[in-house]
C-alpha cells in the first residue's frame, strides 16, 4: 500500500519523487521491494533535480546551482529515460526526447562533434536507442553521421582501434573500442549493412587482442600506440562495454566464443579484489566525476547477460546474486531516502549533495533491476 509522504519544505525541488513506498523510508528489514515503485521514483528524481527545463539538457548539479553542460553524461542520463519509457509508455519521459536531441547540440555549439571519440560514442549509441523506441528517422540518421565520423578514429598506432580523441591519435582506449564495436553491431542489426558487421568484428577483435587478458577477463584501460606501453588497470565501465559488445555479437552470430568472452569479463567485473568492495560485495566505490558514472555502465551491459537462457546455470546464479546484492544494498543503503539522491558507494548514504554522473549510475541499476524483475514473470 502506497500512500504520500510530505516533504520538509526545503525538498520542495523533490515533492514529486517523495511519492515512495512507506517502507523506502524506514529501514524495517524483511520487507520486499517493489522495484516498479522504486524505478519509478528514481527516474522521475532524474528529471525533477537535474533536468534544465529552459535550456533542454541534464545540469551537471543536482540544486540547480550547478548548471555546467557536460557532454557524455548526457547519454546516459537520456538512456535512464529511454529505459524508463520502455518500461513504462508514459510520456513523461518521451517528452524529454525530441528537447534532448536539440537542447545539448545548441549546448555543444551547434553540432554533436567532440574531440573524444568515445563521447561521441556514448551519444551515437543512445541515438540509436531513441530511434529503437520511437522508430523516429531522425535520431537513426544522427547515429549513422557521428558513427561516420567515429571510423576516422581508427588508425594504425597499436596496429588499429579506434583513438581515443581526435588530437592524441595514438592512444587507443578500452573506452573508444567497446562502444565503437556496439555502435557497428547496433546498426547492423537494424540496416543489415554487412560493412557494420565487419566493422564491429575488427573492433572487437582489436580490442581482444590488445586489451584483453584472457587469463582473468581484465579489461585494460588504454594502449600507448607510439610506446607500446598498456595501462594494466581495470575500470567497471570497460569491463562492462567488451561483455556489451561480445554479447551483441553472440546474438548475431551465434558463436558461442563471444558468449565465453562476455562471461570472462562479466566475473572479473564482480570477481576481483581490485574491482569490487569486498567487504559488501559489490561493485567499488570508482569516485565522483567521470567515475561516478561507471558503475552504471557495467550494470546496463551486466543486466542483459545475466538474462540470456545460454548462460551457464553456475555462472547465471553467481551474476545473478551479485546484481541483486548490488540493487537491494543501494536502494536500502547508497541512497539518501528524503531525497532520493545516490552515493558514489552503493552502501553509503548520500549527503545531500550529488552530480548528474553518480545520480545517473544509481538510476541506472535501479532501472536495470526493474527490468530483470519484469523478465522473471
Not at 77 to 102: C, E, G, H
Not at 110 to 131: H, P, V
Request: glycine letters at 8%; one cysteine or more.
Amino acid at each position: 500500500m502506497k500512500r504520500i509522504l510530505f516533504c520538509l519544505p526545503l525538498l520542495l525541488l523533490a515533492l514529486q519523487s517523495c511519492e515512495i513506498e512507506d517502507e523506502y523510508m524506514y529501514d524495517k528489514g524483511g520487507y520486499t521491494i517493489d522495484w516498479e515503485a522504486a524505478a519509478d521514483s528514481s527516474s522521475v528524481t532524474l528529471i525533477d533535480r537535474f533536468w534544465n527545463a529552459s535550456e533542454h539538457y541534464f545540469n551537471y548539479g543536482n540544486d540547480g546551482s550547478i548548471k555546467d553542460f557536460h557532454y557524455w553524461p548526457q547519454a546516459h542520463a537520456m538512456d535512464v529515460m529511454i529505459d524508463a519509457y520502455n518500461r513504462t509508455a508514459d510520456s513523461k519521459y518521451s517528452d524529454l526526447f525530441d528537447k534532448w536531441y536539440t537542447g545539448i547540440k545548441a549546448k555543444n555549439g551547434g553540432s554533436y562533434w567532440n574531440n573524444f571519440y568515445d563521447d561521441m560514442e556514448w551519444i551515437a549509441l543512445t541515438m540509436i536507442r531513441l530511434y529503437e523506441a520511437t522508430d523516429d528517422s531522425k535520431y537513426l540518421q544522427t547515429a549513422q553521421e557521428m558513427w561516420n565520423e567515429i571510423k576516422t578514429g581508427w588508425n594504425d598506432y597499436a596496429g588499429g582501434g579506434i583513438a581515443w580523441t581526435h588530437d592524441q591519435p595514438w592512444s587507443k582506449n578500452a573506452c573508444s573500442n567497446g562502444p565503437a564495436s556496439l555502435i557497428a553491431a547496433r546498426l547492423y542489426n537494424i540496416n543489415k549493412n554487412e560493412e557494420d558487421l565487419q566493422w564491429a568484428l575488427e573492433i572487437y577483435n582489436w580490442e581482444r587482442e590488445h586489451l584483453f587478458n584472457p587469463a582473468t577477463g581484465a579489461i585494460y584501460d588504454n594502449i600507448n600506440g607510439e610506446s607500446g606501453e598498456v595501462g594494466s588497470f581495470s575500470l567497471s565501465y570497460n569491463q562492462g562495454t567488451f561483455l556489451g559488445t561480445a554479447y551483441e555479437l553472440y546474438k548475431i552470430t551465434k558463436e558461442v566464443s563471444y558468449l565465453k568472452d562476455a562471461r570472462k569479463a562479466a566475473n572479473f567485473g564482480i570477481s576481483n579484489s581490485d574491482m569490487i568492495d569486498t567487504g559488501n560485495n559489490l561493485l567499488r566505490d570508482e569516485g565522483d566525476g567521470d567515475g561516478g558514472l561507471f558503475k552504471g555502465i557495467f550494470m546496463r551491459y551486466y543486466v542483459q547477460l545475466i538474462m540470456e537462457p545460454g548462460l551457464e546455470p553456475a555462472y547465471k546464479k553467481k551474476f545473478i546474486t551479485f546484481f541483486n546484492n548490488n540493487a537491494e544494498t543501494l536502494w536500502r543503503k547508497g541512497i539518501n531516502k528524503l531525497d532520493l539522491l545516490y552515493s558514489t558507494s552503493w552502501a553509503m548514504n548520500n549527503s545531500g549533495n550529488n552530480h548528474l554522473t553518480t545520480q545517473t549510475s544509481g538510476c541506472t541499476l535501479i532501472e536495470a533491476k526493474a527490468l530483470f524483475e519484469k523478465s522473471l514473470k
